[in-house]
């Protein structure tokens, strides 16, 4: 009996303390995250030109080590006006969330600032398929979070699908072209005539001696 009592004071004792996690799902009571914190990945949104940084290059999918992405690539229609530098622009992406493991190789080869490590990392869902997120998703995630730290990419000059304007009065460069085979130019050199060798047969001395 004096057991039971003891640990019903200590009960009591902490019954009214404040808590010291946060209530969730509410998103108002969830605690702050580190702006340093590495989430799942997301796509990066190049705001002056409207598209993705992505151009669908494979490098990320092809480095992946637990094979969580898939991604395609087609013709940019923005480079076909003149409105884009980017030639090609990524079609599809995909990523399984449940396979990947947060590993940060995407973010590391990526070579034209397209993805980052967000700071989303929920995976509460009902249906395991639930877990894949498309490119629409991957856009949305980016742009919270290029919102949420103000990011900007690490090498604008040369990731930027900013097209270049050209000067007025430039002159056009001229474009290299290859190199034509050492058969072809030596076919192509004049040729200097070459006296024949005066050579005798035995045959021939021998008509000689004849006449």
Avoid at 161 to 184: F, L, M, N
Wanted: net charge neutral.
């Amino acid at each position: 009996m004096v057991g039971f009592l003891e640990g019903l004071a200590v009960t009591l004792k902490t019954a009214f303390r404040r808590p010291v996690t946060a209530q969730y799902p509410e998103p108002n009571k969830r605690l702050p995250i580190a702006l340093r914190y590495k989430g799942f990945p997301a796509l990066m949104w190049d705001g002056e030109v409207n598209e993705p940084y992505c151009t669908g290059c494979m490098v990320c999918v092809r480095a992946c080590p637990t094979q969580c992405m898939t991604a395609e690539m087609k013709d940019n229609p923005f480079f076909t006006d003149e409105k884009s530098r980017r030639r090609k622009i990524i079609d599809v992406f995909e990523i399984n969330l449940g396979r990947c493991i947060l590993c940060a190789i995407c973010v590391d080869v990526c070579n034209f600032d397209a993805i980052e490590m967000s700071h989303v990392h929920e995976l509460s869902k009902y249906q395991r398929n639930d877990n894949r997120v498309v490119l629409s998703q991957l856009l949305d995630m980016g742009k919270s979070y290029q919102s949420e730290i103000g990011w900007s990419p690490s090498q604008p000059e040369k990731n930027s699908g900013v097209p270049v304007k050209k000067e007025e009065g430039a002159k056009p460069t001229r474009q290299r072209t290859t190199k034509r085979p050492q058969a072809d130019s030596a076919a192509d050199a004049p040729s200097t005539p070459t006296t024949p060798a005066q050579t005798t047969t035995h045959g021939e001395s021998a008509i000689g001696d004849q006449a």
